[in-house]
């Protein structure tokens, strides 16, 4: 199982940033993806997922500006992010779940971790 992240990089305060996360190696649809990441100093945190339903949840702090979506036919996983923030600047993962659905973002149920992409936000 491979997932490799990129579109990452440097925005201005109020720019947008679109990450993906191209998957392989398993069953993409069948499980649950999420978005985490990881500013210094701070624990990793969920910020997205999607579950094998389509279902949907997002941390309060993105709510309204990030949006999770996939597809299907390339086995990608993207997020797109607006309105950001230097508060949103940190290391974003990619994650596999070990099932299908995902109820909260609990780090222990991701089975398959990116190497991550840098977002930097200047103010």
């Known amino acids: 199982v491979q997932l490799v992240e990129s579109g990452g990089g440097s925005v201005q305060a109020g720019g947008s940033l679109r990450l993906s996360c191209v998957a392989s190696?398993?069953?993409?649809?069948?499980?649950?993806m999420g978005w985490f990441r990881q500013a210094p100093g701070k624990e990793r945190e969920g910020v997205a997922r999607?579950?094998?339903?389509?279902?949907?949840a997002y941390a309060d702090s993105v709510k309204g500006r990030f949006t999770i979506s996939r597809d299907n036919a390339k086995n990608t996983l993207y997020l797109q992010m607006n309105s950001l923030s230097p508060d949103d600047a940190a290391m974003y993962y990619c994650?596999?779940?070990?099932?299908?659905?995902?109820?909260?973002?609990?780090?222990?149920?991701?089975?398959?971790w990116g190497q991550g992409t840098q977002v930097t936000v200047s103010s």
């Open positions: 994650a596999a779940s070990r099932y299908g659905y995902c109820y909260n973002f609990n780090r222990a149920d991701f089975r398959y």
């Open positions: 190696g398993y069953t993409y649809t069948s499980i649950c």
């Open positions: 999607l579950s094998s339903t389509g279902a949907t």
